[in-house]
T-cell receptor, first 116, second 111 residues
């Protein structure tokens, strides 16, 4: 399978714990995105990488959230001191660099987080 | 501020009919607009992209229109099937590095 892979698919944690999600994008894709989605809403942008550089972060990404893409391949999204409001589906997407930038996003299946 | 509006109410139609979903946007002129399909518990899947200089785009039973004057895109599924039941998301280019999505419209096709 050469699609976008996310791990774990489901995570249940207690409030205050730290969680980390991993995303493996399609190998030739330079761009990687993290989105968050809650029930009945569309995906909300969190952060964007081009290769290993984090080029944009949403104001939704509080200081408890950190994302990395150390070698320009896989990425991790860590949430520290989780809160119940962090419960959501965390989606990773990748896309190749195209000029002009109209490339579609290829999404993974998401990591569903439940904070008790 | 920029807004993307999709009908939050579910659309229920009979099999074989044409489903029409609406996406309206404000305070921007997108260079292109994308449509995605999302099944419950799954990530969105890209369906179609239409550019500002294209009035209409077709792919099999799907048709998308883009009216830059009305600031609206319509997404049609002809000869709908129960397997078309899903949530459909529109994502107009809002001049940002990352796509901005509407909240989606859930389509239910009854057999």
């Amino acid at each position: 399978d050469t699609g976008v892979s996310q791990d774990p698919r489901h995570k249940i944690t207690k409030r205050g714990q730290n969680v980390t999600f991993r995303c493996d994008p399609i190998s030739e894709h330079n761009r990687l995105y993290w989105y968050r989605q809650t029930l009945g809403q569309g995906p909300e942008f969190l952060t964007y990488f081009q290769n290993e550089a984090q080029l944009e972060k949403s104001r939704l990404l509080s200081d408890r959230f950190s994302a990395e893409r150390p070698k320009g391949s896989f990425s991790t999204l860590e949430i520290q001191r989780t809160e119940q409001g962090d419960s959501a589906m965390y989606l990773c997407a990748s896309s190749p660099v195209r000029v002009p930038n109209t490339g579609e996003l290829f999404f993974g299946e998401g990591s569903r987080l439940t904070v008790l | 501020s920029q807004k993307i509006e999709q009908n939050s109410e579910a659309l229920n139609i009979q099999e074989g009919k044409t489903a029409t979903l609406t996406c309206n946007y404000t305070n921007y002129s997108p260079a292109y607009l994308q449509w995605y399909r999302q099944d419950p518990g799954r990530g969105p899947v890209f369906l179609l992209l239409i550019r500002e200089n294209e009035k209409e785009k077709r792919k099999e039973r799907l048709k998308v229109t883009f009216d830059t004057t009305l600031k609206q895109s319509l997404f049609h599924i002809t000869a709908s099937q129960p397997a078309d039941s899903a949530t459909y998301l529109c994502a107009p280019d809002m001049g940002r590095r990352a796509l901005t999505f509407g909240s989606g419209t859930r389509l239910q096709v009854q057999p």
